[in-house]
C-alpha cells in the first residue's frame, strides 16, 4: 500500500530533501513546494524518520485545492477536515493541535486556519482541540497536524513521530547560535564525504555539523574546536549521547571507546592541525548575532579563512555557511541560498585555489 508524504524542510535545501527520499530508496518524489517535499512511499513509517534533512515528516490526509486569498478558505478547509477518516490515522494523545503556514497574502490568519480545522479534526475522535492562539503551546503528547497553503493548493497533514525530525535526540547540551540539525546534515550531503579520511569543523560549537557528518563518513576521524570551553563541553556530550543512540541520528551504533571523535578549546584563526590534513572542512563561523566573534576573529573572519585554506587538503573540500560573502581564496562549485533565523546565508561548496 502506497502512502502520500509531506517531508518538511528549511528553504533552499529542498532539493537535497528529494535527493535524500529517492537515494534511500525512501520513495517516488511527486513535488516540491516552498519548504515541502511531497512523495509517494510504500517504506514502513518508521523508515521515515530517519531523513537527515528534512524538519519533520508527515502523513498528508488530504490535498485541498480552490483555496484562495479570501476568507471563505477557511470554510473549505474546515468542510475538507470534516470529511476525513481521522479514525484511521488517529494515534493514541490527550488532543488535536494544529499548526499552520501559507505562502503570500490571504486575508485570514494562521490562527484562523488552525481553528477552523483543529476543531473538525478532535469532533469526531472526541479529543480536546488544543488552540494556540495567544502564544498558547500545546501540551506534550496532542496528535500534532500540520496545514500548509501554497497558491490555492492546501495539504492537512498528520506528524508522524511524537516531535519534529530536528529535535534530534542526542542533542540533550545546546549553546547560543547552535546550528540547525537538518541544515548541518546538508553540509554533510554537500562535503561528499564518502571516502574521506579527516573531517573538520574549527568553530564546532555543540558539535551538531560533525555528528551529522558522522552517517554520511563511518570511518572518518571527526575533529572539532571551539574558542569556548563551553561549547566543547556541549559537543563531547552530545556526541556521547549521539554515539550510544545511534540508530536515532541515522548512525551506526558503537562503543564510546571508537574514539571517532575529537573535541578541543582553540581559536579559529589557529587551528592546531597540520597543513593539508583535513580532506573535508565543515564550518559555521560566528557571524556576530547570537554568537560575536572571539579570541583571534574579533577582528574579522579573515584568520579563519586562511587557516582553513591552510589545514584544507590541496584536493578537498569546504562546506561553509556563510553570511559576507565568498571568502577570497576559494573558488565556488556550489552555492545554496537558505532561509534561517531570519537571515539568508549561502551554503557554499568550496576548493581552494592557487
Not at 574546536?225 to 536515532?248: K, L
Not at 579573515?302 to 589545514?311: F, I, K, Q
Not at 561553509?320 to 556550489?334: M, S, W
Amino acid at each position: 500500500m502506497h502512502t502520500f508524504a509531506v517531508a518538511r524542510a528549511v528553504h533552499g535545501i529542498e532539493p537535497l530533501v528529494a535527493t535524500e527520499i529517492r537515494r534511500a530508496g525512501l520513495g517516488v518524489v511527486r513535488g516540491v513546494r516552498h519548504r515541502e517535499v511531497w512523495f509517494e512511499t510504500a517504506c514502513p513509517e518508521a523508515d521515515l524518520l530517519g531523513l537527515r534533512t528534512a524538519d519533520d515528516v508527515l502523513l498528508a490526509a488530504a490535498v485541498v485545492d480552490g483555496i484562495g486569498h479570501e476568507r471563505s478558505a477557511l470554510r473549505r478547509l474546515a468542510a475538507a477536515a470534516r470529511t476525513l477518516d481521522v479514525g484511521a490515522l488517529a494515534r493514541t494523545g490527550n488532543g488535536v493541535e494544529v499548526s499552520a503556514s501559507f505562502v503570500g497574502r490571504r486575508n485570514y490568519t494562521r490562527f484562523e486556519i488552525e481553528d477552523a480545522v483543529g476543531a473538525e479534526l478532535a469532533r469526531p475522535l472526541r479529543l480536546p482541540y488544543r488552540s494556540r492562539r495567544d502564544g498558547r503551546r500545546p501540551p506534550s503528547g496532542a496528535m500534532a497536524w500540520r496545514v500548509t497553503i501554497e497558491d490555492d493548493r492546501a495539504v492537512i497533514a498528520l506528524r508522524l513521530a511524537e516531535r519534529p525530525l530536528h529535535r534530534r535526540a542526542y542533542k540533550s547540551a545546546s549553546i547560543r547560535g547552535t546550528l540547525h540539525p537538518p541544515v548541518a546534515a546538508a553540509m554533510a550531503e554537500l562535503a561528499r564525504l564518502p571516502g574521506a579520511g579527516t573531517v573538520l569543523d574549527p568553530c564546532c560549537g555543540a558539535g551538531t555539523t560533525l555528528i551529522e557528518a558522522a552517517a554520511s563518513a563511518p570511518r572518518a576521524r571527526l575533529l572539532g574546536f571551539d574558542h569556548d570551553p563551553a561549547a566543547v563541553h556541549a559537543a563531547t556530550a552530545n556526541a556521547r549521547a549521539a554515539t550510544m543512540e545511534g540508530g536515532r541520528t541515522g548512525l551506526t551504533p558503537c562503543p564510546p571507546s571508537a574514539g571517532r571523535f575529537g573535541f578541543g578549546v582553540a581559536d579559529g584563526g589557529q587551528i592546531p592541525v597540520a597543513g593539508g590534513s583535513a580532506d573535508r572542512v565543515l564550518v559555521n563561523p560566528p557571524w556576530g548575532r547570537q554568537v560575536p566573534p572571539q579570541g583571534l576573529l574579533a577582528g574579522g573572519l579573515g584568520p579563519l579563512w586562511r587557516e582553513v585554506r591552510r589545514v584544507v587538503a590541496a584536493d578537498g573540500l569546504v562546506v561553509a555557511l556563510v553570511h559576507d560573502g565568498i571568502p577570497r581564496g576559494f573558488a565556488v562549485e556550489e552555492a545554496i541560498r537558505v532561509s534561517l533565523s531570519g537571515q539568508h546565508p549561502v551554503l557554499a561548496v568550496l576548493r581552494r585555489t592557487g
